[in-house]
């Protein structure tokens, strides 16, 4: 697990609150993800980033505003936040996002999460 | 689409008894299949998974899973189960039209002692 570290591990915000969520990767890995885990739903894929790029967003709303400044690191900013955006939101990275764009077999390795709550 | 979808919310099962958690799959071509564990305030572990030649899949832990073409399911199994088991369990499929991996909503292990 300390291939992927996330801070801070809680978060409780209010609304008007401007908060940010860090996760690194210590794998050499060249992807990274922000997943939000909600109680008993499916994981929730918010955004990709390959080679530090953007390369999915997938209707996430503009309250959440994603920065990798190098394939090691990824940040989420939070910006007015909802109640309802409260969850556990996952980092995880891979070696697998070929320029090419092959699909790829390999696993991804997730952080410990980052708790959040919205009051 | 692709997707996985895991009908149990929930299952119990007895120390030593042998366990069984259910993924169905729908995609289109060859599937990569995954199954992945979360324990309490961790991240998912990746458990084993599915790209091409045996059926029979063995993964960390003592786990194993079955990928049946036919009924489309990648199901997730262990021979005797422990009270150390009990986590949630995730299936997933790699979404070969853009890489993403697609997660079932989860199923809830119980081992009791």
């Known amino acids: 697990e300390t291939g992927v570290t996330q801070t801070p591990r809680h978060l409780v915000m209010g609304m008007t609150n401007k908060k940010s969520l860090k996760c690194e990767q210590h794998l050499g890995h060249n992807a990274m993800y922000w997943y939000k885990q909600s109680a008993k739903k499916p994981l929730e894929l918010m955004f990709v980033y390959n080679f530090k790029e953007q390369t999915e967003n997938n209707s996430v709303p503009s309250r959440f505003s994603p920065e990798c400044p190098n394939s090691s690191h990824l940040f989420l900013h939070l910006h007015t936040l909802q109640p309802e955006d409260s969850a556990l939101y996952l980092c995880?990275?891979?070696?697998?996002?070929?320029?090419?764009?092959?699909?790829?077999?390999?696993?991804?390795?997730f952080g410990p999460g980052t708790r959040l709550t919205v009051l | 689409a692709q997707s996985v979808a895991q009908p149990e919310d929930q299952v119990n099962v007895a120390e030593g008894n042998p366990l069984t958690v259910k993924c169905t799959y729908s995609v289109s071509g060859n599937p990569y299949l995954f199954w992945y564990v979360q324990y309490p305030n961790r991240g998912l572990q990746f458990l084993l998974k599915y790209i091409t030649g045996d059926n029979l899949v063995k993964g960390s832990y003592g786990f194993e899973a079955e990928f049946n073409k036919s009924q489309t399911s990648f199901h997730l199994k262990k021979p005797s189960a422990l009270v150390s088991d009990s986590a949630l369990y995730f299936c997933a499929v790699r979404d070969k039209r853009n890489n993403d991996m697609r997660f079932g909503a989860g199923t809830r292990l119980t081992v009791k002692p």
């Open positions: 995880a990275s891979s070696q697998d996002r070929s320029l090419a764009g092959a699909s790829s077999y390999n696993e991804q390795f």
